[in-house]
């Protein structure tokens, strides 16, 4: 198994261009989950899945949308992308319900807004 | 606001040390993870504490959940330079959302 997947692994964008962070998972994992990393920080919640079709928001989740069509892909889309996006981005999948269930992560996309 | 705390925020230490970091919250976690993170990769699970008073022993690490459910610590015996990482505390504070909310984390150094 591949896990959890992420593309592109870097990417340079200019202010007020879009692009879709893509997020693929092999485990059949109901719940998955987009969070942001600032340099030096935590992780902060964007948007998250329980499953195909349902998605929420988290704490984060001004300028980007989702959306969940299958159980393997949840991508990420930044509309306008404005130098607060820079960040690295992770996709994470769980089995079961956060908390109870060990999340796995993918590589990260580090994201650069000029 | 920070929901979960995290002390120190960073730490160096020499190979061989002792340390211990902390994740306090004002909330009652239903249930409480460590994870540690590299460099240029994700965070990877450590351990899952549910009950209060729990403790889990990981090889050198020790975990251990508050009998309140409102804090965590996490313990490193003899330090070991592949011990350096990023350490991250995770909890569901029961706000309804079914996701965790993660501390801002520890970053630890061991030199050799």
């Known amino acids: 198994n591949a896990g959890v997947t992420q593309t592109p692994k870097f990417r340079i964008l200019k202010i007020g261009q879009s692009m879709t962070l893509q997020c693929t998972q092999d485990m059949n994992h109901n719940y998955m989950y987009w969070y942001r990393q600032d340099p030096g920080m935590g992780l902060k919640l964007i948007y998250y899945s329980v499953g195909a079709g349902i998605t929420d928001k988290g704490e984060v989740p001004n300028g980007y949308n989702v959306s969940r069509s299958t159980t393997e892909d949840f991508p990420l889309r930044l509309e306008l992308a404005a130098p607060s996006q820079t960040s690295v981005y992770f996709c994470?999948?769980?089995?079961?319900?956060?908390?109870?269930?060990?999340?796995?992560f993918g590589p990260g996309t580090r994201l650069t807004v000029l | 606001t920070q929901l979960l705390e995290q002390s120190p925020q960073f730490l160096s230490i020499q190979e061989g040390e002792n340390l211990t970091v902390y994740c306090n919250s004002s909330s009652v976690f239903s249930s409480l993870q460590w994870y540690r993170q590299e460099p240029g990769e994700g965070p990877v699970l450590l351990v899952t504490?549910?009950?209060?008073?729990e403790v889990k022993k990981l090889k050198r690490l020790t975990f251990q959940f508050g009998d309140a459910r409102k804090d965590s610590s996490l313990h490193i015996t003899a330090a070991q330079p592949g011990d350096t990482g990023l350490y991250l505390c995770a909890g569901d504070i029961g706000t309804g959302r079914r996701a965790l909310t993660f501390g801002s984390g520890t970053r630890l150094q061991v030199q050799p």
């Open positions: 994470a999948s769980s089995y079961g319900v956060a908390g109870a269930s060990e999340q796995f």
């Open positions: 504490v549910v009950t209060g008073g």
